[in-house]
């Protein structure tokens, strides 16, 4: 097994932590995606949430109607606090929190106006 440097496509020894060619640290493939799918879902459900929990109270706004989507923006938040991942976690109990203040939010205006 050889180790192949993401950044140069250097061939470097399985025991290699550094690159031999241009030192720079031999990360495995999976690991890396891994990585930077979470930066992405993190991006995604944060939109989502928004989209949906604020969009329910601006929709509540202008229809009048009872948006409850708002509720939808909660999935994927709670999929996030289940991850072993501690910013990912940490991420998830924002999102909780953001849905949770647009649908009160929105139950307030449903109840009061
Ligand atoms: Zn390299």
Redesign the pocket.
Known sequence: MVKI??????E?QESFNF??????P?IPKEEKNLIIDYKKLIIISYVVTIIFSWGGLIFNLLFNSYGFFGIIGLFLPFYLIQSKNKSVKKHGYIQIALSLIGILLSLLLIFYI
């Open positions: 440097c993401s950044y140069c496509g250097c470097n690159c031999s060619n241009c030192g720079r031999l």
